[in-house]
């Protein structure tokens, strides 16, 4: 297994990635960490008979998606990785879209252990992981280094596949296109993401603010956000 490669030549947009990996009709998929909920759309409303539990730990993202009225087969729950709410053996494929490095440090070897638990033998775990290198991520970092929790992300990866807890299936990196209409956009989603607790200084801010402009063009800001995707199956 490797963290990261570079360079990576392949830009898509993770869904055909997702949809390249794995057979998602006829399935119960547990996501975890659905954040806004983009994702559990677009894979609740293609292909056929989709069951979706989506989990997520921040209060004020589960409020507005048990507002969603229109994915019946999608049940949204307030719960994290390290505590999933659902029976031994149960779940066909477990999707976690750049969401393990948000586990708390000492709960990411439970939450590998708990999704093991709730896949069927053969089941899959598919986890998408950033990666530490692009214009996107010097930005990021001014004011957030997830350098200490990404390595121990992947180092728990790692250690559960050399366990036997799961077997590696394929190791996949892609850039995925990123786009902000201005500074204002990337300062609602990023730093003042419900998710997280960004506190800048107004040095910092302008800081990132400028850092930001100088990748501004006439439709907004571009970035590529390198990703690596860890395919995961439970023996048996």
Not at 109 to 138: M, Q
Not at 188 to 215: C, G, P, W
């Amino acid at each position: 297994m490797r963290i990261a490669v570079h360079p990576i030549k392949v830009i898509c947009p993770e869904a055909e990635v997702y949809n390249r990996l794995l057979a998602l009709d006829n399935k119960h998929i547990l996501e975890l960490g659905c954040g806004s909920a983009l994702k559990t759309r677009d894979i609740a409303t293609t292909g056929v008979n989709r069951r979706i539990t989506a989990l997520e730990v921040d209060e004020t993202a589960h409020r507005r998606n048990l507002e969603i009225d229109d994915l019946p087969n999608v049940k949204f729950i307030l719960s994290g990785a390290q505590d999933i709410p659902l029976a031994d053996e149960s779940v066909d494929i477990v999707l976690m879209f750049k969401s393990l490095h948000h586990v708390p440090l000492e709960l990411m070897k439970t939450s590998l252990e708990e999704i093991h638990r709730v896949l069927k033998p053969g089941g899959l775990a598919y986890i998408s992981e950033p990666i530490l290198y692009g214009d996107f991520n010097d930005i990021l970092q001014l004011f957030h280094n997830e350098h200490k929790v990404r390595e121990a992300a992947f180092s728990t990866l790692e250690k559960a596949v050399g366990a036997g807890l799961f077997q590696l299936v394929e190791e996949t990196f892609f850039n995925t296109p990123g786009h902000y209409r201005d500074f204002a956009e990337f300062d609602k989603n990023i730093i003042n993401a419900t998710y997280s607790s960004h506190s800048l200084s107004t040095d910092l801010y302008e800081q990132v603010r400028e850092k930001f402009e100088q990748h501004m063009g006439d439709d907004g800001a571009h970035f590529l956000k390198p990703i690596r995707v860890d395919l995961l199956k439970k023996p048996g």
